[in-house]
Each structure stands twice: as structure tokens, then as C-alpha cells.
């Protein structure tokens, strides 16, 4: 997959979602991660089993004012407001940090102004911020990572498509 994404959450204050939203971007190979106004500490993140701080970069920011994002890179909010764009329709940007609101709370408006999209997941109704970030890393991953389409008919492909040797597969003309 080209490009890359980072995951980051505005005002966590629960260990375990820390910790499991840190484990899910490591999973799915997040170039970094990052808080905005947290109320937990990352020691405290033990819900981590992989150890992702040791892997992926953390950065911690008192405030939307301090959060720094690498040039080119494009904020997408994730939050259920009624103009955000249902993450099915939605074309996730080559480079992009997606934030998530913390527990019980939504984005705060000064994230939300520093979004340059806003997202959300067709659910009916909030979900666990690490359960909402597993799934918008996979829509990126099934957008972006180079699969085909899917089979028409239930199941799989009887063949799988051949491989380059960087994991894409290799599309052949007219097929």
C-alpha cells in the first residue's frame, strides 16, 4: 500500500481504550500514533499487549493548537455528525490522520475545526473508539491496499491473482 496513515484520539481518558486503539494501529502497520488532550498516561495503556510504543512512534499533544501533522498530511475526523460522510463513500486520502473522540464524549470543536474531513460509521448508534478505529483502518486497507474486487458469487476467487514481490497483486489487462 502507497502512502501512509496515523491514528490518533482526542481526550482519552480510559487505559484500557488507550491501550487497545494503540495495539489495533500497530496490527495494522499505523506510520504513528498521537493523543490530543489526554487524561490518561501511555504507562498506563496496559491493554497494549504488542507493545506498539516501542514500534510506532507516540505523540502527545496538550491541545488542537500543539498537534503538529506532517505536511501533506490530511486530518479526517471520525465522528457522527450529520454532515459527516458515511465511511463507505468516502476516499480515504493517500496520506491521512484519522482522530477519534474519546469515551462518552465526541471530537472537541477545536479538533473538529482542524479536520479537514469528517467521517462516520453507519451504526446506529456509538461504538468503542477501539472497535470504530479496527474498523476504519480496514475500510484504508481494503480501499488502498492493492486487493481486487470481490467475487461476484459467495466465497472466494478459485485462484488467487499472482503477486509482485512488494504484496500487491499484479492485475493483468481486461481482468
Not at 481504550?17 to 495495539?23: C, E, T
Not at 510504543?53 to 505523540?59: C, E, L, Q, R, T
Not at 506532517?70 to 476516499?91: N, W, Y
Not at 480501499?143 to 503477486?163: F, Q
Request: aromatic letters at 10%; charged letters at 20%; a positive charge.
Amino acid at each position: 500500500m502507497r502512502g501512509y496513515f496515523a491514528i490518533g484520539v482526542d481526550g482519552i481518558s480510559k487505559p484500557m481504550n488507550l491501550g487497545n486503539l494503540l495495539r489495533i494501529s500497530h496490527a495494522f502497520g499505523a506510520s504513528f500514533f498521537f493523543t490530543v488532550g489526554g487524561r490518561v498516561k501511555l504507562s498506563d495503556a496496559q491493554s497494549d499487549t504488542s507493545a506498539a510504543s516501542g514500534h510506532v512512534p507516540v505523540y502527545q499533544y496538550a491541545s488542537a493548537a500543539d498537534m503538529r501533522l506532517p505536511q501533506g498530511c490530511r486530518l479526517v475526523g471520525v465522528e457522527i455528525t450529520d454532515d459527516a460522510t458515511e465511511l463507505p463513500r468516502f476516499k480515504h486520502p493517500l496520506r491521512a490522520a484519522y482522530v477519534f473522540g474519546a469515551e462518552r464524549l465526541s471530537l472537541s470543536p477545536d479538533v473538529l475545526a482542524r479536520c479537514e474531513f469528517v467521517v462516520k460509521i453507519p451504526t446506529r448508534f456509538s461504538i468503542n473508539v477501539g472497535m470504530a478505529g479496527a474498523i476504519v483502518m480496514y475500510d484504508r486497507l481494503i480501499s488502498l491496499g492493492g486487493y481486487p474486487a470481490r467475487p461476484i458469487r459467495p466465497g472466494g476467487p478459485a485462484e488467487l491473482p499472482p503477486v509482485h514481490r512488494w504484496g500487491a497483486p499484479i492485475l493483468r489487462h481486461g481482468k
